[in-house]
């Protein structure tokens, strides 16, 4: 069964059940400087978990493509990727326990036909903070689960809340809840006693693949430190389609799945070595065929490579793929790397649709790339012949002045008869910590706890400010001017628009003085729910339409904005989640800082706040 199979019928049987398909979140979310990616299906979720309503009511499901950098380095593995694509399910205060697991078995067993004999559960096995969950286990027996399948786990298994935190160490406010997960069995895969003498669902020896997770998210942590019950009972459930398509197979290795079968074997074409042959190589197939799918579904949002935040990411992304193809071999070059890639056309719609600016944008940092590549090649050989040790320094400073991965570094000193010490990669681990301290200390806006108070003031400030910038280019250099990105964090705003040429000086000065202008006039900003239909007739500026659901809110600015919605008043008009201020003199006032260029008909615009 392919993914697009499994991924229609998980839709539709949730919808035939009373859910409304939502369209999933971009992988960079506008707004929420607390996360680099989106990481999950619930994250746009968390305000109707606490309980505000959802305009598209209690039960929703959709898929999820979401992005995960902290597991890059367990990509070469036959299981974890950098980018998965969730299918996920909710209730918001709906229906509960047994409704989600009896469905989700459902699903499993009668809808795409797992053989319930090689599914296990898990539940959690209470402790003194939150009790033994014995109301999943009764269920699970009574759809028919036999008790030898069902499991009970201490919170480091069966407890979920963002970034893996545990009860003790969740921030005040946090949400999070007991779960129960469904592994699949490969029977044929022998217990590894490297992990353990007695192998069990949770085993991490490959023999049991995790495939979905119910989340019972019923609790909030409070100030005094304490759990207390949400106001309603939620389910989050989140089953990873890869990792679904792949047990179906009865193969444990996710990169034998259609997404990455039309990858590798162009890989194989052009390297004349067959997956599967060598362990060594099958690594570096690996690595190349995950990280372009993230690289391409990134470049697909707009996102370009460079040397912060998502830009970053990426550039290391497709760095490293480019890294790998030199490892195994090959004669591709960067300037035809996206050749290996446009099998991905197949499977997502939006880097078909986008496939002209990824080619060109995925060539061009690949070939740059390789110019590093031999720039860091020739200076490590010629220190290499000249006697000279490479220590943690100097294999940092390769890395950061010439994009040289410590990977290639180690194994050009291995097969010189040289050895990198632990020392010398725990000094050069020690080197990069203060680079990403550094790096994360002027990122102002990322933090694992939340946001600061006068961070999450401006943000909202920004916000707005973000509108008023792209009603005044609009109003300056014409109505063909479309937004094609933002991003916002504490100290600036960054937009991203449709325009040939960089701004003139004097378009800079008309533009920044329009949004200053309006912020002067002290204009009203009100929000209206509507149909996406309604929007658009409205004239709601919706670049963005598919990322939209049913139901959205349709931001304005405008003397007349609130009563008079219709009446075409409004200085800016567009599809919006929020937050923003509620007047634009609250803004203060905004001095656009900085242009760029960014691609084919791209720019860039950085503004900052004036105090």
Same mark, same amino acid.
């Given at each position: 069964m392919t993914t697009k199979e499994i991924r229609e019928k998980y839709i539709k049987f949730f919808t035939d059940r009373g859910h409304v398909e939502t369209v999933p979140s971009p992988l960079v979310l506008e707004n929420d400087p607390t996360t680099l990616f989106t990481s999950s299906g619930m994250q746009q979720m968390i305000p109707y978990l606490k309980g505000e309503k959802h305009p598209l009511g209690t039960r929703l499901v959709d898929s999820q493509l979401s992005i995960r950098m902290q597991d890059l380095d367990e990509v070469a593995d036959n299981r974890h990727l950098s980018s998965f694509e969730m299918l996920g399910n909710w209730s918001f205060g709906d229906y509960f326990k047994e409704d989600q697991l009896s469905w989700v078995w459902e699903f499993l067993t009668k809808e795409i036909g797992f053989d319930k004999e090689k599914?296990?559960?898990?539940?959690?096995?209470? *402790?003194?903070?939150?009790?033994?969950?014995?109301?999943?286990?009764?269920?699970?027996?009574?759809?028919?689960?036999?008790?030898?399948?069902?499991h009970y786990y201490d919170l480091k298994k069966n407890w979920w809340a963002r970034n893996g935190m545990l009860p003790t160490n969740m921030p005040s406010g946090e949400i999070g809840g007991t779960t129960s997960e469904i592994f699949y069995d490969f029977e044929e895969v022998s217990h590894n006693p490297e992990f353990g003498?007695?192998?069990?669902?949770?085993?991490?020896?490959?023999?049991?693949?995790?495939?979905?997770?119910?989340?019972?998210?019923?609790?909030?942590?409070?100030?005094?430190?304490?759990?207390?019950?949400?106001?309603?009972?939620?389910?989050?459930?989140?089953g990873g389609l890869e990792r679904i398509a792949a047990a179906l197979n009865n193969d444990?290795?996710?990169?034998?799945?259609?997404?990455?079968?039309?990858?590798?074997?162009?890989?194989?074409?052009?390297i004349g070595?067959?997956?599967?042959?060598?362990?060594?190589?099958?690594?570096?197939?690996?690595?190349?065929?995950?990280?372009?799918?993230?690289?391409?579904?990134?470049?697909?949002?707009?996102?370009?490579?460079?040397?912060k935040l998502h830009g970053y990411a990426l550039r290391r992304l497709i760095r490293r793929a480019m890294f790998h193809i030199h490892l195994l071999g090959s004669g591709i070059s960067g300037s035809s790397v996206s050749h290996i890639a446009e099998d991905l056309r197949n499977h997502y719609p939006s880097v078909d649709k986008n496939w002209s600016?990824?080619?060109? *944008?995925?060539?061009?940092?690949?070939?740059?790339?390789?110019?590093?590549? @031999?720039?860091?090649?020739?200076?490590?050989?010629?220190?290499?012949?000249?006697?000279?040790?490479?220590?943690?320094?100097?294999?940092?400073?390769?890395?950061?002045?010439?994009?040289f991965p410590l990977e290639l570094t180690m194994e050009i000193l291995s097969q010189n008869g040289m050895n990198f010490s632990t020392e010398e990669k725990n000094l050069f681990e020690s080197e990069f910590e203060k680079h990403k301290e550094n790096s994360r200390s002027m990122s102002a806006g990322i933090f694992k706890g939340g946001l600061e108070n006068k961070s999450d003031?401006?943000?909202? @400030?920004?916000?707005?400010?973000?509108?008023?910038?792209?009603?005044?280019?609009?109003?300056?250099?014409?109505?063909?001017?479309?937004?094609?990105?933002?991003?916002?964090?504490?100290?600036?705003?960054?937009?991203?628009?449709s325009y040939p040429q960089k701004l003139t000086d004097d378009e800079i000065k008309k533009v920044e003085s329009l949004v200053n202008e309006k912020i002067k006039e002290d204009l009203t900003v009100t929000f209206s729910e509507m149909s996406l239909d309604e929007a658009i007739k409205i004239g709601a500026l919706h670049f963005f339409a598919e990322k939209y659901g049913e139901r959205v809110k349709?931001?304005?600015?405008?003397? @007349?904005?609130?009563?008079?919605?219709?009446?075409?008043?409004?200085?800016?008009?567009?599809?919006?989640?929020?937050?923003?201020?509620?007047?634009?003199?609250?803004?203060?006032?905004?001095?656009?800082i900085k242009q760029e260029k960014i691609g084919a008909g791209i720019v860039r615009l950085y503004a900052s706040l004036i105090n």
């Open positions: 599914l296990y559960v898990s539940v959690f096995e209470g *402790n003194d903070i939150v009790p033994k969950d014995t109301e999943s286990y009764e269920i699970w027996k009574k759809i028919g689960v036999n008790d030898t399948h069902i003498s007695f192998c069990h669902p949770n085993c991490d020896c490959g023999k049991f693949l995790e495939i979905g997770n119910s989340v019972f998210m019923c609790y909030k942590k409070e100030e005094y430190g304490g759990l207390v019950a949400l106001p309603q009972k939620n389910v989050d459930f989140g444990p290795d996710v990169f034998q799945i259609d997404m990455f079968t039309g990858i590798i074997k162009k890989i194989e074409t052009e070595v067959n997956y599967g042959t060598d362990s060594k190589k099958d690594r570096d197939f690996r690595i190349v065929a995950d990280h372009l799918r993230t690289s391409c579904s990134l470049l697909a949002e707009g996102i370009l490579p460079g040397n600016f990824i080619e060109e *944008n995925l060539n061009l940092e690949a070939t740059r790339f390789e110019s590093a590549l @031999k720039r860091g090649l020739a200076k490590l050989t010629h220190a290499v012949s000249d006697g000279i040790k490479i220590d943690g320094k100097v294999a940092f400073d390769l890395y950061q002045n010439d994009g003031e401006n943000i909202t @400030k920004l916000h707005t400010a973000t509108h008023l910038l792209h009603a005044a280019l609009r109003k300056i250099l014409g109505e063909h001017v479309g937004q094609k990105g933002s991003h916002i964090t504490g100290e600036r705003l960054r937009f991203d628009f349709v931001y304005s600015i405008g003397p @007349k904005a609130g009563p008079e919605i219709n009446s075409g008043r409004a200085f800016s008009r567009e599809i919006c989640g929020g937050p923003h201020v509620t007047h634009t003199k609250d803004v203060g006032g905004v001095n656009i």
